[in-house]
Nanobody
């Protein structure tokens, strides 16, 4: 069982930066790949970024490539999403999730409660 708690969301102007953090409970955190997802009002949840258990492999949704960076610290049981050059269309609730698999077909078993990111124009 993995419990996830996101933090770091807030209100930022377009062009600004935010760093989201996801704290995981349990001693098996390093066995999971981690992902960030987001859901904007009236839209379906979408994938943002993922990182494998070691932190050596990552991949991103095309719209955030070059602007967002996912990373993890297994010693601290944390995964991060550094977001830069934010745009109003990045406004959403951001969720972290854990999966025993890695890759585009990975199924995520555990989810956090989400943190709101609002980007003003």
């Amino acid at each position: 069982q993995v419990q996830l708690v996101e933090s770091g969301g807030g209100l930022v102007q377009a062009g600004g930066s935010l760093r989201l953090s996801c704290a995981a409970s349990g001693r098996t955190f390093s066995r999971y790949s981690m992902g960030w997802f987001r859901q904007a009002p009236g839209k379906e949840r979408e994938f943002v970024a993922a990182i494998d258990w070691s932190g050596l492999s990552t991949y991103y949704q095309d719209s955030v490539k070059g602007r967002f960076t996912i990373s993890r610290d297994n010693a601290k049981n944390r995964v991060y999403l550094q977001m830069s050059s934010l745009k109003p269309e990045d406004t959403a609730v951001y969720y972290c999730a854990a999966s025993p698999q890695y890759g585009p077909a990975a199924k995520y078993d555990y989810w956090g409660q989400g943190t709101q990111v609002t980007v003003s124009s």
